[in-house]
């Protein structure tokens, strides 16, 4: 299985951007998918999640601004960030949880920057 993250790039506070997590591979059945971040010098952090039936659960400071999404038919999880701030420049990456083994499979990530 592999997780292709893309979406990424520089954009100004109060700006958007919409990442995409798309699957492939030998994909029976995905579980949960997440999107996880990790700043310069800081730990990786979870940022969203949301379950193969579309319940959706996010870090307090992302609330109401980020919103997370997947198309089971295309094997793909978005995740559309809105009014963005300085502190949420990192890079974002995106797992997801397959199969009956709960197998997790990571993507390469994608650089968010958000600067003026």
């Known amino acids: 299985v592999q997780l292709q993250a893309s979406g990424g790039g520089l954009v100004q506070p109060g700006g958007s951007l919409r990442l995409s997590c798309a699957a492939s591979g030998s994909i029976f059945n995905i579980n949960n998918m997440g999107w996880y971040r990790q700043a310069p010098g800081k730990q990786r952090e979870l940022v969203a999640i949301?379950?193969?039936?579309?319940?959706?659960n996010y870090v307090d400071s992302v609330k109401g601004r980020f919103t997370t999404s997947r198309d089971n038919a295309k094997n793909t999880m978005y995740l559309q960030m809105n009014r963005l701030k300085p502190e949420d420049t990192a890079v974002y990456y995106c797992?997801?949880?397959?199969?009956?083994?709960?197998?997790?499979?990571w993507g390469q990530g994608t650089l968010v920057t958000v600067s003026s």
């Open positions: 797992n997801a949880d397959v199969g009956s083994y709960h197998y997790i499979y």
């Open positions: 949301v379950t193969s039936g579309g319940s959706t």
